[in-house]
């Protein structure tokens, strides 16, 4: 069973772009453009999206909406991505988000 969010509660049906490629810590993936980032992760099995910054606690989707920031990534070298409400496009650069950077703790 595909985990893809097909039709949000809140957001409705989601559009289905044309299939486009991106990378997610560095592997190539795909997914639709225009879909959110944090649903083409989650029908890949990506649930982790960032670490907090004191305590290194992984967060994933949690509102979907935009609201809470649980799901923000580094995306083309910018943190604090809220990929829920993000659109995917060609060629975007997905990275788990650590504290504030895409560096994990260990190599900051
Ligand atoms: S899941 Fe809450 S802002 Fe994205």
Do not use: W
């Not at 957001?11 to 560095?26: A, D, H, P, S």
């Not at 190539?28 to 980032?37: A, H, L, N, R, T």
């Not at 910054?53 to 995306?75: L, N, S, Y």
Request: with cysteine; aromatic share 6%.
């Amino acid at each position: 069973m595909e985990s893809r969010i097909e039709e949000h509660p809140i957001l409705g049906v989601q559009e289905k772009g044309r299939i486009v490629k991106f990378t997610y810590n560095g592997k190539e993936m795909e997914g639709y453009e225009g879909e959110p980032i944090a649903a083409t992760l989650k029908a890949a099995g990506v649930m982790v999206h960032r670490y907090t910054k004191k305590e290194h606690k992984p967060r994933g989707i949690f509102c979907a909406i935009g609201r809470c920031t649980d799901c923000v990534m580094v995306v083309d070298g910018q943190p604090n991505v809220r990929t829920c409400i993000t659109p995917l496009k060609e060629g975007m650069k997905v990275e788990t988000q650590y504290g504030v950077s895409a560096e994990p703790f260990d190599k900051q």
